[in-house]
């Protein structure tokens, strides 16, 4: 008999699952269960988009492309990142098409992480950054960012946290799961604290469309953080197109050209099809996505609404679709909320838990569904809240 535990990696067996997909499977066998609990776009990919991406199939536009991803889509995300964000990138050198935004973030860590490295990761947020950091040998350094924050990180909590082995800080904002954004002048205090240090930086921008009441603002647009900043985005999020895989990672050569090299080992290249599609989205799509925010914003205001009534506090969410109200007053625990929910009233939703421990007693929920899909499950909500409340 083989020993498979003599034989895997223990750094692998070590990491758990994700938090995230758990309820997702669980509610997948049951019948009936409202799911406010995955973070995909029930739109429809825009229309134009798929007419393009039928079209290079159509053409027979299949083969591999140049590991960079295609030139002229590298060209339209350097116009876009200009026109948006004010952010200056060479087509050529500083930009590199990825499997989503998820194999870029992969590629940053692997490409500056060495076995001993720190990473300083704030949570919540996001599950892949801890997991990718421990693949890479390095060791996370959890920044917990709270409520009375509105879960930003702050310049003297980072600097309590930095050593001679700091080698990346993760910037994920907006935030998933809190839907806390990062303000100019907060970008500006951490570049501050970063000036003197050789310390890089990650910046997480899938959901950088998705900010509400202002506009997002790139760390790589703050004074002295180009040079240390590799900015992550992607199509998924607001472009709805979370099936074609496609992201992208901008940043300065020399480390564009290391993360690139991993890259070209583990992909090749990304998908063909979607990056003419991509084109497309990039060229003539910013009404198809601010139509797409505007309904968001609707549905924002009416589930922070519902479950402030409720009496489950819920801060405003100001990037991202995803609520993260306060269970506390419950008396239960993240997980036990979200599974008994789950199996009394079929509303899957997730436990703060799975993105750190600092999210125990909050629950995320998304609100990239229906407003009908939202009330109903509003409503099973309240009714277990009062099933609660009686057995106190």
Known sequence: MIDYEKLLNPTVCNIKPSGIRKFFDIAATMEDVISLSVGEPDFPTPWQIRRSGIDALERGRTKYTSNHGLLELRREIARYQKRKYDLDYDSEKEILLTVGGSEAIDGMIRAVVSPG???????????????????????PVILETCAENDFKVTPKALKELITPRTKLLILPYPCNPTGAIMERADLEAIAEVLKDTDILVLSDEIYAELTFDGKHVSPASVDGMWERTVVVNGFSKAFSMTGWRLGFACGPAPLMKQITKIHQFAIMCAPTTSQYAAVEALRHCDDEVEAMVEEYNRRRRLMVNGFNKLGLTCREPRGAFYTFPSIQSTGLSSDEFC?????????????????????????????????????KALARIERFLKKLKKEQ
């Open 339 to 375: 599974e008994r929910l789950l199996r009394e009233e079929r509303v899957a939703v997730v436990p703060g838990t799975a993105f750190g421990l600092g999210g125990e007693g909050f629950i995320r929920v998304s609100y990239c569904y229906s407003a009908e899909h939202i009330i």
């Open 117 to 139: 490295d720190e990473v300083i990761i704030p949570q919540p947020s996001y599950v892949c950054y801890e997991p990718i950091t421990c693949l890479a040998g390095g060791v």
